[in-house]
């Protein structure tokens, strides 16, 4: 197989917390020192580049601004292309509301003058936001999320993330999203293919979920390799509606792929 870039997962699959998952660095060396153009990519919606440059360098791996995108990068590109005049209301951490005023996006409290609804990991999360995501989203207005996951790897244990948010207010409002960015969205995949402009049969997806990372993957037509350093055991495999080409422990045993 000749590869030329690889799509890395963050969470669960390089870092936990702040730590290098056991490994990980050493797998990560190898797809270097293969001349593989590597760029991450997480589902956190809260940080931006510069924050994982600085998160993943000090757990030892050396990244530029150009090498790692987020669903708070997805997400703000995607309201800049169409929702750029509108009255967004944001219900998500402070991280992600910086970037939607740093991308130059209006923001509303009020679900009467609001023309979107954008829902997101929200650690304050409560029954007065369930309300106003309510009367936002009953409207009629398009109902955003940022990412899909519903459970997130954190030091100690996995937390509740995006998914868990905009999960509750669908069921509140009975009714999907309009669309879901972050991995495994259209948008994603687009964002991969303009920073690794190769061939998708010369393209590896590395990460902890299979609805995500994987998915991505085989919606892409690339190679995948699922690791089980992260949120998704084996047991899961043999159940799941994806299908990773390839298994592995943790990224440290990506010689398996590059053979």
Not at 85 to 91: G, K, P, R, V
Not at 174 to 201: F, H, N, Q, T
Request: glycine content about 10%; hydrophobic content about 40%; charged content about 25%.
């Amino acid at each position: 197989m000749t590869l030329s870039g690889a799509v890395l997962d963050v969470d669960g699959t390089v870092v936990r917390g702040d730590d290098p998952i056991p490994g990980a660095p050493a797998g990560y060396g190898r797809l270097r020192a293969a001349g593989i153009e590597t760029l991450f990519v997480s589902n956190n919606p809260t940080k931006t580049p510069p924050a994982y440059v600085d998160r993943l360098g000090s757990a030892g791996y050396d990244i530029d601004t150009t090498q790692v995108f987020t669903a708070g990068t997805v997400t703000t590109r995607y309201l800049r292309e169409h929702h750029a005049t509108d009255d967004l209301l944001c219900i998500g951490d402070p991280g992600l509301l910086a970037q939607v005023a740093d991308a130059g996006l209006a923001t509303t409290d009020d679900p009467e003058a609001a023309d979107a609804l954008v829902a997101s990991i929200d650690r304050e999360f409560d029954y007065d936001d369930l309300c106003t995501a309510l009367w936002t989203v009953e409207r009629g207005v398009p109902f955003i999320g940022t990412d899909p996951d519903v459970v997130i790897p954190a030091p100690e244990r996995d937390v509740p993330g995006s998914g868990a948010v905009i999960n509750a207010i669908a069921g509140v409002a009975e009714r999907d999203p309009d669309i879901v960015l972050g991995k495994p969205s259209d948008p994603a995949i687009e964002m991969v293919r303009e920073r690794l402009p190769y061939p998708p049969e010369e393209c590896l997806v590395v990460g902890d979920r299979l609805n995500t990372d994987i998915a991505l993957g085989e919606r892409a037509g690339m190679t995948t390799a699922l690791v089980l350093s992260g949120v998704t055991d084996e047991a899961a495999v043999a159940d799941a509606a994806v299908s990773p080409d390839y298994v592995l422990d943790d990224l440290g045993d990506i010689d398996r792929v590059l053979g």
